[in-house]
């Protein structure tokens, strides 16, 4: 009779690094999805307390509008998801702007800022809504002076930029600053990818599943952040040809950046249009072909995947365990003068 003692012995060990390598890749697959440690920060403007200080002042302060009436906060507000809840954003003397107020959230980690891609670091993107008329409608000129008549302003730019002063660039570095704080905090997906598997329900593991299978919904909404940083055109259907006005490329027609899902049950409405309501929705929008399949230019990536109204409701089962808990950050009740 022949001896498979040894075969055996090698066969077991075989299938025993079999498993443990697809087991590390398993591990390994997840971590792409865990939120980093740090915030990542230009050479020429770390984070320091100083200047977070500097930057929550300017961030909820009306004084940098035209009218004393609308601050950052307005649009960006932490108990609305860092949105609004409006489908377009409103500035000064109640005046609608285009599009849809993105969150603030986890802006820190993105390659572009705004719908369109517009702004290549927050630090450009701060001054953006302080000089729009349908925003804050401030000139910057004035907004340097009226901050540099105000004492605890100049003190805390002091603190915050020794010797710069009070400026355009040193304004939009202090908000820059604080809105790297604006950070996801832990969600139960967070502890599920970290091996936690009771950590989200049995109907959010399912959406998952369709999420990074047949839905392929991570084609777009990738890694920890849950964006591919790039522009598609979903096929909605409205006048606004998106990142096409800054670069006349064909693929930019009618496409807008993939907004992070993070805290995504918490800023509703949806898309740069504002015009979707629900979770459901936008996920039967993205997952099965837009809402108007047909549309010029419409993103490849964006294919009938045919979900079924139970498996759209099992990925916004899995969305939902996206929510962390709400940042400890307080609005200001005073302020510098």
Known sequence: MRDFGSFGAVLTGSLMAA???TSVAAKEDMSKWIRPDKVPAPKNNQITPERIELGKFLYFDTRLSRDNTVSCATCHNPSLGWS???PK????EGRQGPRNSPTVLNTAYQRHQ????????LEEQALGPIQADVEMDMDLDKLVERLN???????LFEKAYPGEGITKDTIAKAIATFERTVVSTEAPFDRYAKGDENAISENAKKGFALFTGKGKCNNCHDGFNFTDGSFHNLGLGDSDIGRYKLKKRAAWFHAFKTPTLRDVTLTAPYFHDGSIKTLE???????NGGRFPNSKNLSPL????GLT???IRLIVDFLKTLEGEPMNITAPSKFPH
């Not at 705004?114 to 670091?121: L, N």
């Open 84 to 86: 609004d809840g409006q």
């Open 89 to 92: 954003a409103i500035g000064v």
């Open 114 to 121: 705004f719908w369109d891609g517009r702004a290549k670091s």
């Open 309 to 311: 109204p139970d498996e």
């Open 19 to 21: 498993l443990l390598s």
């Open 281 to 287: 929705e936008a996920t039967a929008v993205c997952g």
């Open 149 to 155: 008549g105000i004492k605890g302003y100049r003190e």
């Open 302 to 305: 964006v294919v009938d995947r």
